[in-house]
């Protein structure tokens, strides 16, 4: 995932620190095998230069991802699509970037992206794990598999009989019980958001988007790697992150870039319909930052 990871633990039985490497190191793995878009021989690399009209029966967990991905997709009005590779790689982004000469990308070139992009291309039989490739469809799951890569380890360290640890993938972040002591696990929001401000990760996930993470900037001109579909091109509006609390990592991770996507009026009535506890960072014209909650997120945060 071109990321780290890391794990802090209360291991009262003394578990070997190499098997519990192990046991995330190798979930992981799993997920990179299955939904890596970096690596060609993965399972979603192959759907992606698979020929016109061939079906494909997903290993689970690409299923399990690809089906909640749709579901985000569905209920956010195409905010967050799992079918943007095109355009992802028009805008100099993932595997198959476009050169930084051909940034911006001209009309011709957008639309002819947008032309390919699009979940109402995807043909996802849930009931089989079938998926159809329609010629052209690239699929990009960045935006949701990371978390759910933490979530996998969270289940494979449950196995072991842990119960009380945090783990990290990435920046994204799950808390299972409380620290030694008991206390419950403490988090610091991304501060160039929030300077200082720390949230509880009682059996919680979080995860943050936002413009500090890989962007581009060329002719005067300054854009991030989140895309909104609806357009085709990067975001525009003030947002400079948003972070949100979850149950599970998966689900806090796509719906940090669902909101992003959307903006701060749309995004927090998105955000409040749903329950979905969010802290959004807007930046202000004299450069500072504003913070606008959530209903959920103030009564979660304060929890």
């Known amino acids: 995932m071109g990321t780290t990871w890391s794990l802090r633990v209360d291991n009262p039985r003394m578990l070997p620190l190499d098997a519990l490497r192990h046991t995330v190191q190798s979930s992981l793995d799993d997920v990179v095998a299955q939904m890596s878009h970096w690596d060609p021989d993965s399972a979603l690399g192959r759907f992606n230069r698979a020929p016109a009209g061939s079906t494909h029966t997903l290993p689970e967990a690409f299923d399990t991802v690809l089906a909640r991905a749709l579901h985000w997709a569905e209920a956010s009005g195409g905010a967050f699509d799992p079918a943007m590779g095109p355009l992802v790689a028009l805008w100099g982004f993932g595997p198959e970037a476009a050169a930084q000469s051909c940034l911006p990308p001209d009309a011709v070139a957008l639309a002819a992206a947008r032309a390919r992009c699009g979940r109402h291309r995807i043909v996802h039989n849930a009931a089989s794990r079938e998926l159809v490739q329609p010629g052209g469809l690239s699929l990009d799951l960045s935006g949701i598999a990371k978390g759910y890569g933490v979530d996998v380890g969270v289940a494979a360290l ?146």
């Open 158 to 303: 449950q196995r072991l009989g842990l119960t009380d640890f945090l783990l990290e993938v990435g920046g994204e972040l799950r808390g299972v019980g409380r620290r030694p002591g008991g206390l419950p696990w403490q988090v610091q929001v991304d501060p160039g958001a929030a300077p200082g401000l720390r949230i509880a990760l009682a059996d919680r996930a979080v995860a943050t988007s936002g413009e500090r993470w890989q962007v581009h900037e060329r002719a005067g001109r300054r854009w991030s790697h989140t895309l909104d579909q609806r357009t085709g091109e990067p975001v525009a509006h003030a947002l400079a992150s948003v972070t949100v609390l979850h149950e599970q990592c998966m689900d806090a991770d796509a719906l940090a870039t669902v909101l992003t996507v959307m903006g701060i009026e749309d995004g927090r009535a998105f955000a409040d319909r749903h329950g979905v506890a969010a802290l959004f960072a807007q930046r202000e014209s004299d450069g500072t930052l504003a913070l606008h909650p959530s209903a959920a997120w103030v009564a979660q945060a304060s929890a």
